[in-house]
């Protein structure tokens, strides 16, 4: 069930938790406490079953006409099971429904770790399309690609 959440602690509880359980994407701990602490301001949305939360979305306005997936997460044990297709289209809904024209994403570049590719294909298979890819955004070793979809 996808919930919208509006409690900043539950917002920023959910997050942290979730963002720790994925060391292979969050490997750097000050991170996931800066997106944590973020997403207390945003709208945000989590997935649960019973009493388990399975995963998140995170939007950001960057503008009056475009949001970005802040930070999304998936437990990895709930991986491949469209969980993040769900969340995706109660984020898209929300934008749609906003008034935003575009919403965009960032991530790692495709062939650099093969768990980014997942999360590649994953936003390709949901229709963004690549925008461009900043090499320097974050460092050489993680060059930054730039998703983008149009809101219809």
Sequence with gaps: MITKIEKKEIKETVCLDILEALPEWFEIPE???SYSKACREMPFWADTEADTVRGFIAMKETSQYAAEI??????KEYHRQGIGKVLFHAFYAYAKNHGYEFIHVKTVRQGMY???DQTNAFYRAVGFRELECLEDLWDAANPCQVYVMAVR
Excluded: N
Excluded at 70 to 75: D, N, P, R
């Design 31 to 33: 991170s996931r406490v």
């Design 70 to 75: 802040y930070v999304m997460g998936i437990k």
């Design 114 to 116: 093969a768990d980014y």
